[in-house]
């Protein structure tokens, strides 16, 4: 019999058996998964932590955040706080400090450029304006860094002031702020100057607001003295950080020479110069 005629006969061979495919390989486990690294540490982040980094980060997406600075003798304010610090206690009841007059000056500033005051709302298109004054101001508590809020500043004494800056940071140690304390700013002041900074640029922490202003440690620095002398002056930076989608650069620099010029001659807040 022909070969060719017997094999063509003859019954296919069964194909042969699909390999089989290899298992996948395991997944690795991320890093919170494996062994801790040695000299580290991991711990979960604190609701209020969580939403303060979303609001700053919220911010830095959507404003176009510019800085300015400016320098503050602050000679006369250190003289008028000497010789009324005591007799102002006695008076109304509360401590006077150094902060409390930039708040003020910030209050006479805002109602002259009243953008620095407002914010653009991003889902209209719209500039909002505000009547009142509300200035929030960083405090530390347990939990974290909050701004409690000095609100309708426009209308707010000295005293005043001073009162409600000593009542919400004595309810921001106890942590007993309430939501209406810290919501509703329209202006920001930080002042890394109590822990010694020298120079900072301070963060919009909102998209509601246009501006913020940073203080600073208070050195003394030589400067040249109206008479053209050199002296040693008591100087304070202050940086204004603000929305130049809204603010222009004239209206930022008036602004902090407004307050510089209020700081240094404190009888200018009382004649609203």
């Known amino acids: 019999m022909n070969h060719n005629v017997a094999a063509a006969a003859a019954p296919a061979a069964a194909p042969a058996a699909a390999p089989v495919a290899a298992a996948p390989a395991a997944a690795p486990q991320v890093a919170s998964e494996a062994a801790p690294v040695r000299g580290e540490r991991r711990e979960k982040m604190k609701r209020m932590r969580l939403a303060i980094a979303r609001n700053l980060k919220d911010s830095q997406n959507t404003l176009a955040m510019l800085t300015t600075f400016q320098e503050v003798d602050m000679s006369g304010l250190i003289k008028m706080r000497k010789e009324y610090k005591d007799i102002f206690q006695m008076s109304h009841g509360a401590k006077?400090?150094?902060?409390?007059?930039?708040?003020?000056?910030?209050?006479?500033?805002?109602?002259?450029?009243?953008?620095?005051?407002?914010?653009?709302?991003?889902?209209?298109?719209?500039?909002?304006?505000?009547?009142n004054i509300n200035i929030g101001f960083a405090a530390a508590t347990p939990k974290g860094l909050v701004t409690p809020v000095i609100k309708n500043m426009e209308s707010k004494t000295l005293a005043e002031v001073e009162a409600e800056f000593?009542?919400?940071?004595?309810?921001?140690?106890?942590?007993?702020?309430?939501?209406?304390?810290?919501?509703?700013?329209?202006?920001?002041i930080t002042n890394g100057g109590v822990f010694g900074s020298m120079l900072g640029t301070p963060?919009?922490?909102?998209?509601?607001?246009?501006?913020?202003?940073?203080?600073?440690?208070?050195?003394?620095?030589?400067?040249?003295?109206?008479?053209?002398?050199?002296g040693v002056r008591p100087i304070m930076y202050l940086a204004l950080t603000y929305d130049h989608r809204l603010?222009?650069?004239?209206?930022?620099?008036?602004?902090?020479?407004?307050?510089?010029?209020?700081v240094e001659d404190p009888r200018r807040m009382l004649l609203e110069l």
């Open 96 to 131: 006077l400090g150094f902060q409390s007059p930039f708040f003020m000056a910030s209050a006479h500033a805002l109602k002259q450029i009243p953008a620095i005051n407002a914010y653009i709302d991003n889902k209209t298109n719209e500039i909002v304006y505000r009547d």
């Open 166 to 188: 000593a009542h919400f940071a004595g309810l921001a140690k106890q942590d007993k702020l309430s939501m209406d304390d810290i919501t509703g700013n329209t202006f920001t």
């Open 203 to 230: 963060l919009i922490g909102s998209t509601s607001t246009a501006a913020a202003l940073g203080l600073h440690a208070t050195k003394e620095r030589p400067v040249v003295l109206p008479n053209g002398e050199i």
């Open 247 to 262: 603010v222009d650069g004239r209206e930022a620099v008036t602004f902090l020479c407004m307050v510089r010029d209020q």
